[in-house]
């Protein structure tokens, strides 16, 4: 079955320490995305990109990197820069960059530094 | 600067009501709107609404588009415990970026 896989489900990271998700998809999309959810909160944009080698920042990018070297594959870096970030991460992906064919989502990693 | 604002922010109702949850937004270049239930992890498509007075229908679930008044509604009919859950409603634009907003979280009681 074709979907989003994000992994680990789980992660601890002590402060100071730089922290990778991975988010891999088999659907032949496009345009992929990530956006962190806070407790009581929607989702915020975090980095998107549309085609492979291609990125741009979401709202909410300070602390955060992400690569797209392949089309399935867009990892993001939390960095130590990034000043709170124990959350919940979602990856999404969608057929192409104007997400005229609806949007797919991981299960998402739950993120604590600890 | 886009914002998606929906209301209310929780809900707590008796199973066998019926619930209308809001959605205003402000997109640039503004392409859809959807509709996402979220119980635990990711998100679940509803609805993706692109064209204004058109009612899309799922069972006992439905929502509507008004383009003129920025505003979507969702409906949920003799609502069951199994309708508990965030609810997420996100503008899209013609760049493919979606604009969510802080969500509406329903309690069905039985």
């Known amino acids: 079955d074709g979907g989003i896989t994000q992994s680990p489900k789980y992660l601890f990271r002590k402060e100071g320490q730089n922290v990778t998700l991975s988010c891999e998809q088999n659907?032949?999309?496009?345009?992929m995305y990530w956006y962190r959810q806070d407790p009581g909160q929607g989702l915020r944009l975090i980095y998107y990109s549309q085609i492979v080698n291609d990125f741009q920042k979401g709202d909410i990018a300070e602390g955060y990197s992400v690569s797209r070297e392949k089309k399935e594959s867009f990892p993001l870096t939390v960095t130590s820069a990034q000043k709170n970030p124990t959350a919940f991460y979602l990856c999404?992906?969608?057929?192409?960059?104007?997400?005229?064919?609806?949007?797919?989502f991981g299960s998402g990693t739950r993120l604590t530094v600890v | 600067e886009d914002k998606v604002v929906q209301s209310p922010l929780s809900l707590v109702v008796h199973e066998g009501d019926t619930v209308t949850l809001n959605c205003s937004y402000e997109v640039t270049n503004f392409r859809s709107l959807l509709w996402y239930k979220q119980e635990k992890k990711a998100p679940t498509f509803l609805f993706m609404l692109t064209s204004s007075g058109i009612e899309k229908k799922s069972g006992r679930l439905s929502s509507i588009l008004d383009k003129k008044e920025l505003f979507s509604i969702l409906n949920i009919t003799a609502t069951q415990t199994g309708d508990s859950a965030v609810y997420l409603c996100?503008?899209?634009?013609?760049?493919?970026?979606?604009?969510f907003g802080q969500g509406t979280t329903l309690q069905v009681k039985p």
């Open positions: 659907l032949n999309h496009d345009a």
């Open positions: 999404a992906s969608s057929i192409d960059g104007q997400g005229a064919g609806g949007y797919t």
């Open positions: 996100a503008g899209a634009s013609n760049t493919g970026k979606l604009i």
